[in-house]
């Protein structure tokens, strides 16, 4: 028994060594720094993200009746709920939920989702970035 435990220890442990297979745990600064370098190769004349314009993203309808505040509230640092099915969404804030932007992989999957539900399409790297430079100055 001792034997299969050692084996199954060494196992588990080359798996979790694999890439890909270990939680790539960043910071948001992180994740807007790469957003900042994608913002920089696609978007000419880039100067760099902007809070206030972010807010005003995050605000808006975008010819649609959904804003990204429609379900995470006009508070980011707040509990939110989404509009079709009641989930309760944690904040947006990182001040209010230090979870938030940690993880490169989740972020820019609820990037993709929520772009394409308020917009019908993919957010930019800009707006992304812009939307990021607010939710990191809302204050808990």
Not at 12 to 27: D, I, K, N, R
Not at 130 to 140: E, G, I, Q, R, T
Request: aromatic fraction near 8%; proline fraction near 6%.
């Amino acid at each position: 028994m001792q034997r299969f435990k050692s084996m199954a220890a060494i196992l588990l442990a080359g798996l979790l060594a694999l890439p890909g297979l270990q939680a790539a745990a960043a910071t948001p600064a992180e994740i807007q720094k790469s957003l900042e370098s994608a913002a920089r190769t696609s978007t000419p004349g880039f100067s760099g993200f902007s809070a206030e314009r972010g807010q005003r993203f995050f605000s808006s309808t975008h010819g649609s009746d959904w804003s990204c505040a429609s379900c995470h509230t006009s508070v980011p640092a707040q509990p939110g709920k989404h509009v079709k099915t009641g989930k309760v969404i944690a904040p947006m804030a990182p001040t209010a939920n230090p979870q938030r932007f940690t993880d490169a992989a989740k972020v820019e999957k609820w990037f993709k989702r929520n772009c394409n539900d308020v917009l019908g399409r993919v957010c930019t790297a800009q707006e992304q970035g812009d939307v990021l430079a607010y939710l990191m100055s809302v204050a808990k």
